[in-house]
């Protein structure tokens, strides 16, 4: 009797024994499967952390701290009122009446900006500016102490291109807006020339100086790229106050740009711009070889051209 159930005891452990080999117990799954889960997520949460830590390190390309831009304008000049004196005695000149300004002239503009820190932005701006017409005077005229009698026909030479050194701090913080301030330096270089076209009677009055300026400018960009700005430049003062001369000179310059356009990749724009260009200067300078050293000078242009900005990053 012992012996069967010893021998009955050895089968069913046998059996049991064979059971658990060949069919693990389905409690023994999770068992196995839950340490190899949590390992996977600790090493996810591992790598997670290590590419964060790299974004960190890594240079932020998008938001340097500096950028380039260069800008360029090209379209046509309307003078809008322009004349002229030189000396007390000279013939106050209306350059669209008599002297062939009425016609559209070409105009360009082209500048350098850069901007350190998405804040401050320096501009450097190169502004052509020689209109050259031609014309038989329709009155006798007196210009500089010359004197041209009418119908002569002269060649008439207005050159004032101007270099203009800028800077600008940005209120907004927003890359997308604008409102800027600062202040600006600008040379001009003038040349007025009047000349018959025999080459018997000529004048020619030449001008370098510096002419400070206020700025501010503007832009407020839509959805989709759309904005619309401004920018202006303009100071209105005794010229003895800018150089320190003894001259009772008053001058006074404003420019002034209104444009919409479209942003595209890059930061670069294109655009259609406005511009009213103004100015001039009256009063008793050094007296010249051939005049008193009186002037009177005062301009107004509008220009209308199209442009476009291309900047890096």
């Known amino acids: 009797m012992m012996i069967r159930v010893a021998t009955l005891t050895s089968t069913f452990v046998f059996a049991a024994s064979a059971y658990a080999q060949t069919d693990p117990a389905p409690s023994a799954i999770p068992e196995a499967v839950a340490p190899s889960s949590g390992a996977e997520e600790s090493s996810a949460a591992e790598a997670h952390s290590a590419i964060d830590a790299a974004e960190h390190a890594r240079p932020n390309f998008s938001r340097p701290w500096f950028r380039v831009r260069a800008v360029a304008e090209l379209g046509f000049l309307a003078v809008l009122s322009h004349k002229i004196q030189f000396g007390k005695d000279g013939t106050y000149f209306d350059y669209v009446k008599d002297g062939a300004q009425d016609n559209l002239f ?24 020689d209109i050259v017409t031609k014309v038989a005077l329709p009155r006798a005229v ?58 018997t009677v000529f004048t020619s009055n030449r001008d370098i100086g510096p002419v400070p300026l206020l700025k501010s400018r503007g832009r407020y960009s839509f959805k989709r790229g759309a904005f619309v700005g401004y920018e202006v430049d303009g100071l209105y003062a005794p010229v003895s106050v800018i150089n320190g001369s003894d001259n009772e000179v008053t001058g006074a310059i404003i420019d002034l740009s209104l444009r919409g356009g479209l942003s595209t990749r890059g930061h670069s724009d294109v655009f259609l711009n406005l511009r009213y260009l103004g100015g001039g200067a009256v009063g008793q300078s050094d007296p010249k070889p051939t005049y008193d050293g009186y002037t009177k000078n005062w301009l107004h242009f509008m220009t209308v051209s199209i442009g476009a900005s291309l900047g890096t990053f």
Request: zero cysteines; aromatic letters at 16%.
């Open 142 to 199: 007196r210009i500089a102490g010359a004197d041209f009698a009418e119908g002569t026909p002269v060649q008439l030479r207005y050159g004032f291109p101007f270099y203009r050194g800028s800077y600008l701090y940005d209120f907004v913080k927003s890359p997308k807006h604008e409102l800027s301030f600062g202040l600006g330096l600008q040379i001009r270089n003038a040349t007025i020339d009047f000349e018959s076209q025999d080459g």
């Open 106 to 129: 070409a105009v360009t503009r082209a500048s350098v900006e850069v901007e350190l820190k998405r804040r401050h932005t320096f501009v450097f701006l190169y502004q052509p500016l």
